[in-house]
Nanobody, 127 residues
Framework: QVQLVESGGGLVQAGGSLRLSCAAS????????MGWFRQAPGKERECVAA????????YYADSVKGRFTISRDNAKNTMYLQMNSLKPEDTAVYYC????????????????????WGQGTQVTVSS
């Protein structure tokens, strides 16, 4: 079993920045492809970014390209999401997710491809 714990959410004004972190409980973190998803009230959970186990390939939703950056530090069993130029429409609960099976980068945007999920962290962007 893998536990994922997100942190770093909060309230920020439009145009501001936040950095989310996702800490994994197991040292086999390096084997996992990871993703960040978000879910706003009344909307489906969507992938905003994903990263392969090595960090060599990344995926970004069109809505966050150029503003968000996903990264990982395998030595610290931690994944990050740097969010810049935040907009009110970025307001959501953000979840990190991990998959223990090998995936192609285009598969990582699908929530059904993940095996483990964190509890979520709220991000609120005020206008």
């Amino acid at each position: 079993q893998v536990q994922l714990v997100e942190s770093g959410g909060g309230l920020v004004q439009a145009g501001g920045s936040l950095r989310l972190s996702c800490a994994a409980s197991r040292r086999t973190f390096t084997s996992y492809a990871m993703g960040w998803f978000r879910q706003a009230p009344g909307k489906e959970r969507e992938c905003v970014a994903a990263i392969t186990w090595s960090g060599g390939y990344t995926y970004y939703a069109d809505s966050v390209k150029g503003r968000f950056t996903i990264s990982r530090d395998n030595a610290k069993n931690t994944m990050y999401l740097q969010m810049n130029s935040l907009k009110p429409e970025d307001t959501a609960v953000y979840y990190c997710a991990a998959t223990v099976t090998r995936k192609l980068i285009h598969q990582l945007q699908l929530r059904t491809e993940y095996d483990y999920w964190g509890q979520g962290t709220q991000v609120t962007v005020s206008s």
